[in-house]
């Protein structure tokens, strides 16, 4: 019930293509949802986060739908360029917990690349 | 500026050594986290902190060890290294539940 299950394990598009990454939870309890990106030999940085509350977020190129009701998630690049190929992670928590069930739960990373 | 340090970027040892991995952050927060990362991506929890004197294990079973005497300061501690201990260490840190997580940029240790 923990666990993010993050969906494709890689992903290669064209320039100015729209990839996809696709997240899935279960614990309902989950109130905030972050991605995260990494570049090769740097840890990774926010990117953009959602609450329940609202169905879309937008920052930039950068997209987060969210499905309440089946539980799902998922990051979608505008107009992608190969400066964002990168390494994507999907998490989630429960703001509302304290101890180790406040901590995020990652999921497995998506290795995007946008080839020019 | 507020930021998360570790050294040393990269590290080549020897089996058998001992070896300390440094962690601090600038941002005076109380939650510190060690993330253990292969190269098949996956983000490990090794250990974690919610303050000073407070240290719990991770998800993932490591040898290693933490100590959290100051707030900005969460050393990761390795007494005897392994070839099985390669790997790249992530140090982060959050002001609060879940949200806010700063990650360092690493060790990338190789023991030999």
């Known amino acids: 019930q923990q666990q993010v299950k993050q969906s494709p394990q890689s992903l290669i598009v064209q320039k100015g293509g729209i990839p996809i990454i696709n997240c899935a939870y279960e614990n309902t309890a989950f109130d905030y949802f972050p991605w995260y990106q990494q570049f090769p030999g740097k840890g990774p940085a926010l990117l953009i986060a959602?609450?329940?509350?609202?169905s879309e977020k937008k920052e930039g190129r950068f997209t987060i739908s969210f499905n309440k009701s089946a539980k799902q998630f998922s990051l979608h690049i505008m107009d992608s360029q190969p400066g964002d190929s990168a390494t994507y992670f999907c998490?989630?928590?429960?703001?509302?917990?304290?101890?180790?069930?406040?901590?995020?739960?990652f999921g497995k990373g998506t290795k995007l690349s946008v080839k020019p | 500026e507020a930021d998360i340090y570790q050294t040393p970027r990269y590290l080549v040892i020897g089996t058998g050594k001992k070896i300390t991995l440094e962690c601090s952050q600038t941002?005076?927060?109380?939650?510190m986290y060690w993330y253990q990362q292969d190269p098949g991506m996956e983000l490990h929890l090794i250990h974690y902190?919610?303050?000073?004197?407070?240290?719990e294990k991770g998800d993932l079973s490591s040898e290693s060890t933490v100590s959290r005497i100051r707030t900005e300061h969460f050393p990761l501690t390795l007494e005897s290294a392994r070839p099985s201990h390669t790997s790249q260490y992530l140090c982060?840190?959050?002001?609060?539940?879940?949200?806010?997580?700063?990650f360092g940029s690493g060790t990338r240790l190789t023991v030999v």
């Open positions: 982060a840190s959050s002001t609060g539940q879940g949200y806010g997580y700063t």
């Open positions: 941002m005076g927060h109380d939650k």
């Open positions: 998490a989630a928590t429960s703001m509302n917990y304290g101890g180790s069930q406040g901590n995020l739960i």
């Open positions: 902190s919610y303050g000073v004197n407070s240290t």
């Open positions: 959602i609450r329940p509350d609202v």
